[in-house]
């Protein structure tokens, strides 16, 4: 039986980018919306300081062992490389990956584990958080109904997907259809800008000058003023349709948006025989925690 793979490592040779601060939330490891290729892509070309994993990294409402693919595992194993070379990685819990709020304030090493953050950059306070805390439909008898959805969205994501492979076959523009519906209805519109608008005021009322969420899959980067003070809301977006995060270099914040022709695709590599069979857990929390175990297995003591 003959399998044919990526080498990833040909995609690869080009320069890194050195940024003090990146945040990326939204990856849905282990559901078919999740782009893992690109999210790996983008992890290997960039030398981050500090890495904020701002929630929704391990979608625990949809997670099975049926479907947890060897590229969403690779993701894992660049962001422990991370660690290993330096890079401090702050992961902040969100809804999708709520399972790892008991283990909330853990701290090994370069890695911390946390509900929220408040980081100090160049003398401005930034308050980083999911935004799971404004979303209604995540709490109490609404959040079955919000893991139906998910689930429904999922399916949308990967029609979807297809769509746009054919449409790339016949050199049309890509489109996504839950981004038009989004825009389309008018309830959704209102929630999110009620969202960015909840957002902005709590920060001004706490002092900040950034206010960092994840959770709605728009990625923001906008001054927001009321009669109380101003605040910048910025937000990471998603690598489920988006592709998108925040990156702060220098003194300032701007939004990366994922563009598939600055990666040089890898070449194709036969082999005869087939992979091993990835063995996933069905436990997200085991499956975080093991490869956090082979992290801290390799840190000097």
Known sequence: MVIVIFDLCETFRMQKRSIDVVVMSDFHLGTYGCHA???LNYLKSIVPKILILNGDIIDGWQFSKRY??????QVIKEIMALLSSGTRVIYITGNHDEMLR????????????????????????????????FDASTKGSA???AKFGAKGY???????????????LINKEKMSFSRKIKNSVKKAVKW?????????????????DYIICGHIHQAQNKLIETEKGKVTYLNSGD???????LEFRGNDWTIYQYDEKDY??????SLVEKPPRLNVVTDEVSLFIQSLTNYISKTPR
Do not use: C
């Open 143 to 145: 959040k079955l109904l």
């Open 68 to 73: 947890f693919p060897n590229s969403h595992m």
């Open 192 to 208: 999110i800008n009620d969202f960015e608008q909840t957002a902005a005021e709590l920060a001004i009322e706490k002092k900040y």
């Open 239 to 245: 690598w489920v349709e988006s592709l998108t995060a």
């Open 154 to 168: 999922d399916m949308l994501i990967l029609l979807n997907r297809f769509i746009n492979w054919w449409l790339k």
């Open 102 to 133: 008991r283990y909330s304030d853990l701290e090994i090493g370069n890695f911390q584990l946390t509900d929220k953050l408040v980081i100090e950059l160049n003398g401005k306070m930034t308050w980083i958080f999911h935004g799971d805390v």
């Open 264 to 269: 040089t695709p890898g070449k194709i590599i």
């Open 37 to 39: 290729t690109e999210i």
